[in-house]
């Protein structure tokens, strides 16, 4: 049997991946020629529908969600994967919330204690961790928190955070690059850089004046682990680091007062690419309350098994989320946030793929993973469940190819591979799309930081490659403005009751051939008899990938 050949483009990404058009084995064409809009449509129907109520995690409607992805997989052969023989894998969810009368004061030397006002001066995200905290500590200004001297930039440098509040600048970091920016902006790596400095509390100082501050009415969800430990969470960081908040600037003005460098000086230095930590003077006395809401949610596992004796112990990975918001404020009267495009098509995607893998006798030569993952709207934590436990082990991961909010609203002529730059897995992106007559086009969206936004990315940071192919910009009409029409659409449906089924704009060809294009780039990656590698000097490949 032959197997995909694999085109590296020759050019920039947008450049037509027309002009040489693999072999695809007559079976595989088969089974991709079968993949159905009707089927898609199917599942997208069933799954936005107001009798699921926005699928929100552990809620009886999520719960119906499980029930048919995992009918599903039963009807075409797929075998369980998940715990227990079954096809899930339990993630308990701890929605944690702030109680009233948290309390934040603040001693200058030798001076008088004044306390800072709860919702104007600052905030605290609760401790999913510990029920109550309390910390009276000396306080250090770290910049932006990165400590990175490979790329010769350290705010930690020659700084004693240990024991001590480290409070941070969240002003636009820009004297790195996208990936830079992208990872170290990330909230979680701040808390874990500081942590490791051995800090007791980390404040985040808004970058500009009247910014409002971060608020949780609905909460902060962490997954808990078998323990009952915090496993995975997006606002905490076992270890030393207990108080984690945020403050206005105008507060920040305040822990300023007497300092070595004033805030407008040491903002300038980090604008221009210069560290400016310093101690500062006087104590921060910090104490409040978290109570917690436990739930039981699950990732959906499905397997194909491998052909091959021995790649068939490692696993290529599709996934997609299955939860959305469930029920919330009613926008034009509807208060059910069904989440058709995101993420009933992803899903529906995965389900079409899965059967496309189904129907190939031999199947390919590494295992197949299904995996529909909870929590992705709460800060990826399914995916990152998953990726940190998986329920195969977890050096077998060789790749993860992510399906969230394909966005069809018009036909699909051109792509997005977010994330393949940063690995081998560009070349079956480049492969798959020419079979299909596709264009690859680099990100038309680049501020918006979409890799690390969806669930791809929990895989990324445990080291297996990973991608989310997005559309492109490419029209029917020529004018090739598809980005535009999507911000517009984005503007009025995004994370609103109006992403609905029944008045909601789908394309459903378009869903179609995002899953065969999704299948191809899975399956050339089943099939090599090498598995993806991170490219020399990547900046995720170099942190994550060892």
Known sequence: MRTLCKIILAGALATPAVAQTPAVPAPVAASLQKISAADFKAHVQYLADDRLRGRLPGTPGYQMAVDYTTAQFQKMGVRPAGENGGFTQKVRLRRAFVEPGATLSIQAAGGPTAPLAYGTDFTFYPNPGAPQVKADAALVFAGYGISA??????DYAGLDATGKIVVLTRQPLRQFGDNEQQYFGDVRTLLETAARHGAVGVLLAAGKAGAPLPNAPKGVVS?????????????????????????????????????????????????????????????????????????????????????DARLKNEYVVHSA?????????????????????????????????????????????????????????????????????????????????????????????????????????????????????????????????????????????????????????????????????????????????????????????????????????????????????????????ARFGK
């Open 321 to 541: 989320h299955l939860d959305h918001l469930g029920v919330g404020p009613a926008v034009n009267g509807d208060s059910i946030y069904n989440g058709a495009h995101d993420n009933a098509t992803g899903v529906a995607s995965v389900l079409e793929i899965a059967r496309a893998y189904s129907r190939l006798k031999p199947a390919p030569k590494r295992s197949v993973l299904f995996v529909l993952v909870t929590g992705e709207e709460m800060g990826l934590l399914g995916s990152s469940y998953f990726a940190k436990f998986p329920t195969v082990p977890k050096a077998a991961l060789v790749a993860d190819v992510n399906t969230d909010m394909p966005t069809i609203i018009a036909p699909l002529l051109s792509v997005v591979p977010l994330g393949a730059l940063h690995s081998s897995l560009l070349q079956p992106v480049d492969a798959a799309a020419a079979y299909l007559g596709l264009t690859v086009e680099a990100d038309p969206e680049p501020a918006q930081h979409r890799f690390i936004r969806s669930d791809q990315y929990s895989f990324v940071v445990q080291g297996v490659p990973a991608l989310h192919l997005k559309y492109g910009n490419k029209t029917a009409d020529g004018k090739n403005n598809l980005s535009e029409q999507v911000q517009k659409w984005r503007a009025v449906t995004y994370h609103k009751p109006q992403d609905n089924f029944d008045g909601g704009t789908f394309d459903w060809e378009a869903g179609r051939k995002y899953a065969q294009l999704n299948f191809l780039v899975g399956y050339q990656v089943a099939q090599a008899a090498a598995r993806p590698t991170w490219n020399q000097g990547d900046f995720f490949g």
């Open 223 to 307: 997954v808990l682990g078998p323990t009952g430990q915090v496993a995975v969470s997006r606002s905490y960081a076992p270890g030393s680091v207990q108080l984690v908040g945020s403050l206005s600037a105008a507060a920040l003005q305040k822990l300023f007062a007497g300092a070595a460098a004033d805030t407008t000086q040491a903002l300038a230095a980090l604008r221009a690419g210069k560290p400016a930590s310093q101690a500062l003077p006087g104590r921060l006395s910090a104490a409040y309350r978290s109570r917690y809401q436990d739930v039981d949610s699950y990732n959906v596992v499905g397997k194909i098994e491998g052909s």
């Open 149 to 154: 001297p490979e790329l010769g930039y350290d």
